[in-house]
DNA sequence: ATGTTTTTGAGGTGCGCACCTCAAAAGTTG
DNA sequence: CAACTTTTGAGGTGCGCACCTCAAAAACAT
């Protein structure tokens, strides 16, 4: 006994009120030459009228449709990555169910030979699509270039890739990044003077040059009592960290900030206590175990972080819309920066 | 020619693999009965071995399957409402793909007895699911509770129905937003003295009592330098508001910050100004055109947020996961408390 | 009008599964 | 042991669509 739950109209359903056999439709849905431009007009006409919606289910049933998407991530990482690593596991399960298979591949992303010889290994056959976080190079660049020709669909993971052919980038906005975390530390320092000491793991990368872009301008701009010193560089070097933090409070013994731009802030929240001859605003990126736990303490006072479980979703999402010729859901793939603050972890 | 994209094992492997038929494959995934014990395990143990995942969208092609799921939104509506009306709409067409039809319907939800009218008359048959959006009574929570029982998938959302037989609620956790609020007030403070005037359409409704508890809390633990005062309560009449803020500011002439507690902000911002003796720290809920623009202009401070376009999305996907039986993916469906400054809109 | 090309229709197959029927096999009982 | 009852197998149908082939019809050219 079927109920009266309206059925959605099917392509035979469009036929009839077309006027055309169910072969036209096929041709007019799947963009097959040999239609005259008026069928595809009265076709199109029909499908407003009866607001037809392909079943997608029956689709990709039809089509034996099935994804291979990979994260290509750095194969030395922090805190931050491992939770990048967690979620994409995550994910692995949650889209097993819509036929994509994912999975994250750690290579060494700083050697842009040895990154666009793997690039060029891909192909359509077996991979529909790649999340790549790397550094931009040349190499790099061309190598996606290349692929995306091939036609595997690719995104900038996080780190952007702004010269690439690909126009989908899944990250922040790091520019605006900076320019929070420039007026969280305005906001907290209230007016009092005081020096900013900026560190970097490294200032190479895109990512670190525009935070502080927008971290310099918002202090400029709006906290004249408040001074920026020069980035300091640790990379990744605990001791390199505390020796020049030694010597950057012996010549700035005024500092009343700190603004860790880059995903480890493990070394330098560790280092300061040391050197640090007062409460310093301290505020750092990206969410992990340790940031965490160092909000709670009261060890820093904001985290700017992005949500790492919705950068890899969003990823996973655009490129099986861009492998299915669609447009992914603009607002549902913007990255916001969120604010941590001990009380809304 | 098929290539040799690895093809995922179909019930007609695992038949093969568990050394049954397809009937029986059929009998232990759908949970039918007259299989015994020991062919069940045996199944699942072939599942586990060749790592079989049903294909959903053969599933849902046999099935006929689809979801009929509705929004009921309060019919007098501020600007956060019709943010999240729009939400709907984005929503209605990217969820037509999977066979959901969303339509956001507009009730009285003030009227206990309506409102539970209304949903007395649905039934799953046309009605799979829903979001509800309206204050806790004794006659809504019964009708709800009939709902679950007869079928009908319900999510509590953004208002809370704390003792309704639903397990799922889709929002933030008041009591973490208003504490949110009271730490951005307290840090932009800076330590200066001062009274907060908290304000909130109406202190009946559960949200606010959260926030306002949630508030206090950490003022009163961090902040001693700040006095909250008693919550002033506009019941969205904006004369009202200007008469109990003149009021309020005569007794308190050292007020230094606002708090407004409730979504529409427009009211108690727009008058403010006519009776402040110097510059407040001003936080309000939630992201509308009005606060966007407040912000971006310097009239307020900060927003705390919920994500609507992901409220939207997040509550239909639990609706559908229930439906389906299937276990939302938690860490996708947590709304977070967001902070809005005018640098990260 | 004839031949040629373009456009359309009719019909079939299979994707992986749900759901159904009927009969065969295995297990249980007295 | 026969007479049951429970469990399993074999086989069919259809979900809505993609993709294919072949023939018929329509449009066009000469």
Redesign the interface.
């Given at each position: 006994m079927e109920?009266?739950?309206q059925m959605?109209p099917t392509a035979k359903d469009l036929a009839v009120e077309a006027g055309v056999s169910l072969a036209t439709i096929d041709r007019v849905l799947n963009g097959r030459s040999g239609v005259k431009p008026r069928t595809v007009i009265k076709v199109n006409e029909a499908i407003e009228r009866i607001g037809f919606?392909r079943?997608?289910?029956?689709v990709?049933?039809a089509r034996k449709k099935?994804y291979?998407f990979r994260f290509l991530l750095p194969d030395h990482g922090d805190q931050f990555l491992d939770v990048l690593v967690g979620?994409i596991e995550?994910a692995r399960k949650?889209f097993?169910?819509?036929?994509a298979d994912v999975a994250a591949i750690r290579l060494p992303v700083e050697d842009p030979y040895k990154l666009a010889a793997y690039l060029g290994a891909l192909d359509a056959?077996?991979t529909q699509g790649i999340a790549i976080m790397a550094p931009e190079t040349p190499q790099v660049r061309d190598a996606i270039n290349r692929l995306l020709e091939r036609g595997v669909e690719v995104v900038q993971f996080i780190a952007g890739q702004p010269k690439a052919g690909s126009n989908d980038f899944v990250g922040i906005n790091n520019h605006?990044?900076g320019?929070?975390a420039?007026?969280?530390i305005g906001?907290?320092s209230?007016?009092q003077k005081g020096k900013i000491l900026v560190v970097s793991e490294t200032m190479q990368a895109h990512d670190s040059i525009e935070r502080r872009l927008?971290f310099d301008e918002?202090i400029n701009r709006e906290y004249p009592a408040l001074q920026t010193l020069p980035s300091v560089e640790t990379r990744g070097d605990t001791l390199r960290t505390a020796r020049i933090f030694e010597n950057v409070f012996a010549n700035h013994p005024d500092i009343s900030c700190l603004y860790v731009m880059s995903a480890e802030a493990r070394g330098p929240i560790g280092e300061i206590s040391r050197f640090a001859t007062r409460p310093l605003v301290k505020i750092v990126h990206e969410r992990t175990p340790f940031t965490e736990a160092a909000l709670r303490k009261g060890e820093i006072?904001a985290v700017i972080a992005q949500?790492s479980?919705?950068l890899v979703?969003s990823a996973i999402r655009i490129l099986k819309a861009r492998n299915d010729q669609r447009i992914p859901?603009a607002?549902?793939e913007k990255i916001?920066?969120?604010?941590l603050?001990?009380?809304?972890l």
């Open positions: 109920f009266l739950r959605r919606v079943n997608l289910a029956a990709n049933l099935s291979q979620h995550e949650a097993a169910d819509e036929m056959e077996t605006a990044a320019a929070t420039a007026q969280l906001r907290f209230a007016g927008g918002v006072d949500n479980g919705h979703r859901l607002s549902q916001r920066i969120e604010i603050l001990k009380e809304n």
